[in-house]
Every structure is written in structure tokens, then in C-alpha cells.
């Protein structure tokens, strides 16, 4: 078990680039999530699937902003015209339904735009 | 306004010494859950907490749900300087399976 990885570590762009992001879950973990966390803050909820279907959004996700999980495996989160404001770790966790609560973290990717 | 709230927002102790971290809610959650995470990387998970007034113990750390789930508060004993850290507690609504984290406590340990 190698736990939750994302990649890339970091990423600096430039406003109105796109950006995407890759989160691999724990093997076997059927649900995965996304999370936003600026400094100083906790992290934020942004969405979550369970397998391949996106059942909660929240509204901090606007239309810029979209996550997948085609195959219910990895999940990949993009960011469409980039803005400063979007500068912030953006966090994967996973977790198996039927253990239900605990949910494990990757290392985030930190995004900066410039 | 933030659903759940942390005290203190940084705390900086002696090693050997005791603290106390609250997290406060006027909501109820039917879980919570305790992480701590370094900088520039993911929370790691401490404990889950699911029953009113269960307390739970990883070594030094103390960990206790309120009676109405309502609270939690992680007690260090003889704080180390490994301790030193974002402690991050985060609640779950029985309607939903997200996160919704308290803004944290940056807790020092000096040597």
C-alpha cells in the first residue's frame, strides 16, 4: 500500500493558463475527494466520487473548475483560465466505503499563479 | 463563519510540558476526525472519534468527543519537539461524506 499520490509536487503558472492536476488513491478505495487549502486555513471541500460517479460539489467549485474519475480509479482535477486567487494546495484523500469514516490524505499539490 | 472552531490558533510550549486543543462546534457531527500535518505536505490522520464522550489514546495523545458531539479537545502529555505541528480537527454530517475542517492549531515545542 502505497498510500495517496498526486502529482505534480508544485506547479507555477501564469493567470489564464489551464492546469491539471493527477490523484491516484489508495488501491481498493472507492471514494475520493478534493480539497482546497489556502494559507493560514483548513483545508476546503471542493467534490467528491464515489467509483466514477460525482455525487457532491461544492459551490467554491466554479465553472472554471472540473474533477473526473472515468475509469473509478485515479481522478484528475483542472483548473481552466487561471486566476491568482487560485493559488493554494490542492489536496486528494481516499477512503473504502465500508470502513466508511477515515479519509487519507496525498501531499497535495501546491499551485502558484503568477 | 466557520463551523468549526480551534483553540488556541498557535500555541508555543516547553518540552515536557502539557497542552490542551479544542475544537467547538454548535453543530453535531457523527464523526470527527484528528490530523496533523507538516508543512508543504498532506494532513495525516491521528484518530477518528464516532461515539459521544469517547476518549481515545494514541501514547501521549489524548483524544475526547463531547457527550453531545458537539466538541473534541486533544490533550498532549509531555509535549516533544516531534509534536510541533498544524493539529487539524475535522467534522462529518450524517448528510454528507466531505470534511468540514476547523482552521487549525500551529502548536511549537522548543527544545
Known amino acids: 500500500d502505497t498510500g495517496v499520490s498526486q502529482n505534480p509536487r508544485h506547479k507555477i503558472t501564469k493567470r489564464g493558463q489551464n492546469v491539471t492536476f493527477r490523484c491516484d488513491p489508495i488501491?481498493?478505495?472507492?471514494?475520493l475527494y478534493w480539497y482546497r487549502q489556502t494559507l493560514g486555513q483548513g483545508p476546503e471541500f471542493l467534490t467528491y466520487f464515489q467509483n466514477e460517479a460525482q455525487l457532491e460539489k461544492s459551490r467554491l467549485l466554479s465553472d472554471r473548475f472540473s474533477a473526473e474519475r472515468p475509469k473509478g480509479s485515479f481522478s484528475t482535477l483542472e483548473i481552466q483560465r487561471t486566476e491568482q486567487g487560485d493559488s493554494a494546495m490542492y489536496l486528494c484523500?481516499?477512503?473504502?466505503?465500508?470502513?466508511?469514516?477515515?479519509?487519507?490524505f496525498g501531499p497535495g499539490t501546491r499551485l502558484t499563479v503568477t | 463563519t466557520q463551523l468549526l472552531e480551534q483553540s488556541p490558533q498557535f500555541l508555543s510550549i516547553q518540552e515536557g510540558e502539557n497542552l490542551t486543543v479544542y475544537c467547538n462546534s454548535s453543530?453535531?457531527?457523527?464523526?470527527l476526525q484528528w490530523y496533523r500535518q507538516e508543512p508543504g505536505e498532506g494532513p495525516v490522520l491521528l484518530v477518528t472519534?464516532?461515539?459521544?464522550?469517547e476518549v481515545k489514546k494514541l501514547k501521549r495523545l489524548t483524544f475526547q468527543f463531547g457527550d453531545a458531539r458537539k466538541d473534541s479537545s486533544l490533550h498532549i502529555t509531555a509535549a516533544q519537539t516531534g509534536d510541533t505541528g498544524l493539529y487539524l480537527c475535522a467534522g462529518r454530517m450524517d448528510s454528507s461524506y466531505k470534511l468540514i475542517f476547523g482552521s487549525g492549531t500551529r502548536l511549537l515545542v522548543r527544545p
Open positions: 453543530s453535531v457531527f457523527s464523526s
Open positions: 488501491s481498493e478505495h472507492n471514494r
Open positions: 472519534v464516532v461515539t459521544g464522550g
Open positions: 484523500a481516499s477512503s473504502f466505503q465500508v470502513q466508511g469514516y477515515e479519509q487519507y
